[in-house]
T-cell receptor, first 113, second 116 residues
Framework: QKEVEQDPGPLSVPEGAIVSLNCTYS??????FMWYRQYSRKGPELLMY????GNKEDGRFTAQVDKSSKYISLFIRDSQPSDSATYLC?????????????FGKGTLLTVNP | GAGVSQTPSNKVTEKGKYVELRCDPI?????LYWYRQSLGQGPEFLIY????????DSGLPNDRFFAVRPEGSVSTLKIQRTERGDSAVYLC??????????????FGPGTRLTVL
């Protein structure tokens, strides 16, 4: 079993839809949870970072962490064509090795105008 | 300000050749990371530098891979005797090197390596 599982999609939605992206993880030592967005032929850029269970909102984006289920989600409201990209979840330990990010495979999202 | 830059953007080489990939981190960032992203996969950790020293090289796949950061800024990833399986996008990231908590990693655009 991989440490982080993410459905690669692809996911295609109409403009304005609510998008739900998810990852599961196996190691309870993971404490930091991130979502990165990666446009084609570009490097990943950090979208959201959370540490504890619960929700964190930033504009149209909401990150949700459920440590009891080892499940993390990213919701995108009012999706736009410019949101079309690959979304990667990334997780790291607390403590001395928190620099080592473990990524999911990424979900390719297309928002159609 | 300028982000992380990587050169070359694309590199095509033949099996068995030696390649060097360069990373210029964000100015002032003390931490630097290399990741490898194969087609359809997420990035995989290779090595982490804090200053000039490799603090963690546990992700390097074998001894054909080596990375340096001699002056604590620019880093070079070196691959000897390249194999077709080395074909991937090699991503570099840098971060301020903050102690504790989250130290945001900023990624470069990557070098796309193709081994024929």
């Amino acid at each position: 079993q991989k440490e982080v599982e993410q459905d690669p999609g692809p996911l295609s939605v109409p403009e304005g839809a609510i998008v739900s992206l998810n990852c599961t993880y196996s190691n309870s030592a993971f404490q930091y949870f991130m979502w990165y967005r990666q446009y084609s032929r570009k490097g990943p850029e950090l979208l959201m970072y959370t540490y504890s269970s619960g929700n964190k909102e930033d504009g149209r984006f909401t990150a949700q962490v459920d440590k009891s289920s080892k499940y993390i989600s990213l919701f995108i409201r009012d999706s736009q064509p410019s949101d079309s990209a690959t979304y990667l979840c990334a997780i790291s330990n607390s403590g001395g090795s928190n620099y080592k990010l473990t990524f999911g495979k990424g979900t390719l999202l297309t928002v159609n105008p | 300000g300028a982000g992380v830059s990587q050169t070359p953007s694309n590199k095509v080489t033949e099996k068995g050749k030696y390649v060097e990939l360069r990373c210029d981190p964000i100015s002032g960032h003390t931490a630097l990371y290399w990741y490898r992203q194969s087609l359809g996969q997420g990035p995989e950790f290779l090595i982490y530098f804090q200053g000039t020293g490799a603090a963690d090289d546990s992700g390097l796949p074998n001894d054909r891979f080596f990375a340096v950061r001699p002056e604590g800024s620019v880093s070079t990833l070196k691959i000897q005797r390249t194999e077709r399986g080395d074909s991937a996008v090699y991503l570099c990231a840098s971060s301020p090197g903050l102690a504790g908590g989250q130290d945001t990693q900023y990624f470069g655009p990557g070098t796309r390596l193709t081994v024929l």
